[in-house]
C-alpha cells in the first residue's frame, strides 16, 4: 500500500527552481517528522532536509542549505520541497518519507524514517 506519493520532479537548467510535494493518501502523518532524501546513481541515499511535527523546525544538508526550503500543510498532509538555484549536482531521485515523533530535535538519519515514497526524479543540466 502506497503511503507517500511525491511529484513534481523533472528536467530544470542550472540556476533554475523546482517545487517538489509529497501527499499521503489515506493516511496522517500530523505527528510525524517529515524529511527529504535523495540518491544520484552510483551513490547511498543521502539526507536533504526534514521538519518537525511540532513547532515545525527545520534541519538542512550543508550542501543544501540557503537554496532548499522544506515546508509542511498538515491540514493538507502535505510536505514541499522548494528549490532554487539548482546545480548540476543536485541530480537524483528524490524520496519524501516520515519518522515517528522523537524528542531529540529533526531526524536526518535515514533508518529513523519508517515510510517512505517512491521517488521523483530530478534533472538538473549545466
Known amino acids: 500500500q502506497v503511503q507517500l506519493v511525491e511529484s513534481g520532479g523533472g528536467l530544470v537548467q542550472a540556476g533554475g527552481s523546482l517545487r517538489l510535494s509529497c501527499a499521503a493518501p489515506g493516511r496522517t502523518f500530523s505527528s510525524f517528522a517529515r524529511g527529504w532524501f535523495r540518491q544520484a546513481p552510483g551513490k547511498e541515499r543521502e539526507f536533504v532536509a526534514a521538519i518537525s511535527w511540532s513547532d515545525s523546525s527545520t534541519y538542512y544538508a550543508d550542501s543544501v542549505k540557503g537554496r532548499f526550503t522544506i515546508s509542511r500543510d498538515n491540514a493538507k498532509n502535505t510536505v514541499h520541497l522548494q528549490m532554487n538555484s539548482l546545480k548540476s549536482e543536485d541530480t537524483a531521485v528524490y524520496y519524501c518519507?516520515?519518522?515517528?515523533?522523537?524528542?531529540?530535535?529533526?531526524?536526518?538519519?535515514?533508518?529513523?524514517?519508517?515510510?517512505w515514497g517512491q521517488g521523483t526524479q530530478v534533472t538538473v543540466s549545466s
Open positions: 518519507a516520515a519518522a515517528p515523533a522523537m524528542p531529540g530535535g529533526v531526524p536526518s538519519g535515514i533508518y529513523e524514517y519508517d515510510f
